[in-house]
């Protein structure tokens, strides 16, 4: 194509193939992993495992204004996961913060690591959005229960079920600074484990 902008095109689209590939392959292993319930875990690196989450989750977030802040506690080690289902949880968190933020005047992200004292690491997405309704606090983790006009209501029953497959706990609370702070926790691998326990 002799278009001035066919370079950027060329690279966009093969952008674009590339992250449905991915999704593809997310959403086939997360009907898997439902009909099973059960995980094949590796030692991951919690931070890679964000970064990558968040490269996908992020398409378009910028264009809305969105400004996204992360903070990784250094001191982690890898973290035992199926990578694809936890990168699934971190994806569908970081999309629901972004879409409560919408119509917004402050639009911040911050996606944070923290190693906790027992060894666990946890993970916190924080929106500055509109909050969360007391009425659906209860029913949060719920099949079917959305806060999203269009929503089908699965993806934070789903995320819940993942997360304590994975031996962690998945639960939100108000932000302090206005809008929904969602946290979750995750095992450390054994290897690091029994490096701190000598």
Known sequence: IDHPNAPKIHDALSETTHQTLRA??????????????????????ITKLVEEASALALVGAKEQGVKTVF???TRTG????EKVQIQQVLLNLIRNA????????????????????QGMVEVRVADTGTGLAEEIVPRLFQPFATTKPAG??????????????????????????????FRFTLEPSTEMRGRDAR
């Open 71 to 73: 903070r990784f506690d």
């Open 78 to 81: 890898p973290v035992l996961v």
């Open 152 to 181: 089908m209501g699965v993806g934070l029953s789903i995320s819940k079920r993942i997360v304590e497959a994975h031996g962690g706990e998945l639960w939100a609370e108000p932000n302090p600074g206005g809008g929904t702070l």
């Open 24 to 45: 593809g392959q997310i959403i086939r292993q997360l009907r898997e992993f439902v009909a099973r319930g059960e995980t094949e875990k590796r030692p991951e690196s």
């Open 98 to 117: 972004i879409e409560a933020m919408q119509g917004c005047p402050q639009k911040e992200l911050v996606v944070e690591t923290v190693l906790l004292d």
